[in-house]
């Protein structure tokens, strides 16, 4: 049975998405940058009307739009997100990081994922800057490492 899930930038169309059968939401900010992450409100909304639905919510790590490369600060405030939206209740969440060569950034991805744990967690599309060549050595280390999806 396929799983319906709804790209959401805020709660307007929430309700409306679940009462169409949307099981899972992808709930982010920004959308005309790709996504970044949602303000706490926003996520705290969101998670108290998908437990109406049985529905689950997936939250974007992102403190910024442009490229994935992020500096140690950028990194401290992702860990702060995952740990705000845990303790909202979130299902998981949509990141990723790279470095410079466009290459998984597995130091930083180590430090997310482990903040993450027990989650789900789902690779973003930064997935689609790594060089094609290198790509299938990526997806065997983020199923290695605990991702369970990747948007692409």
Same mark, same amino acid.
């Given at each position: 049975m396929?799983i ?9 169309f929430?309700?409306k ?9 992808e709930?982010?900010?920004?959308l005309?940058v790709g ?5 706490y409100?926003?996520i ?7 437990k109406d639905y049985?529905?689950k ?18 990194l $401290?405030?992702?860990?702060e997100? !995952?740990?705000?939206?845990r +303790?909202? @209740? *979130? ?9 410079s ?6 130091e930083?991805?180590?430090t997310l994922?482990?903040?993450?744990r027990?989650?789900e ?5 930064a997935f689609?800057q790594?060089?094609k $060549?290198?790509q299938?050595?990526? !997806?065997h280390?983020?199923? +290695?490492? @605990? *991702? ?5």
């Amino acid at each position: 049975m396929p799983i319906y899930e709804f790209c959401a930038e805020n709660v307007t169309f929430l309700e409306k998405a679940f009462k169409a059968g949307a099981q899972r939401v992808e709930l982010c900010d920004n959308l005309t940058v790709g996504g970044t992450t949602p303000s706490y409100g926003v996520i705290k909304a969101a998670v108290e009307l998908a437990k109406d639905y049985q529905a689950k919510v997936i939250v974007m790590i992102r403190p910024r739009g442009g490229d994935f490369v992020y500096s140690q600060q950028e990194l $401290a405030i992702m860990l702060e997100d !995952i740990k705000c939206a845990r +303790e909202l @209740g *979130v299902d998981g969440f949509a990141l990723g990081a790279l470095t410079s060569e466009n290459q998984l950034d597995t130091e930083a991805l180590k430090t997310l994922l482990d903040a993450s744990r027990d989650l789900e967690v789902t690779m973003h599309m930064a997935f689609d800057q790594i060089p094609k $060549a290198a790509q299938p050595s990526a !997806i065997h280390w983020l199923k +290695e490492n @605990g *991702v369970t999806r990747l948007l692409t």
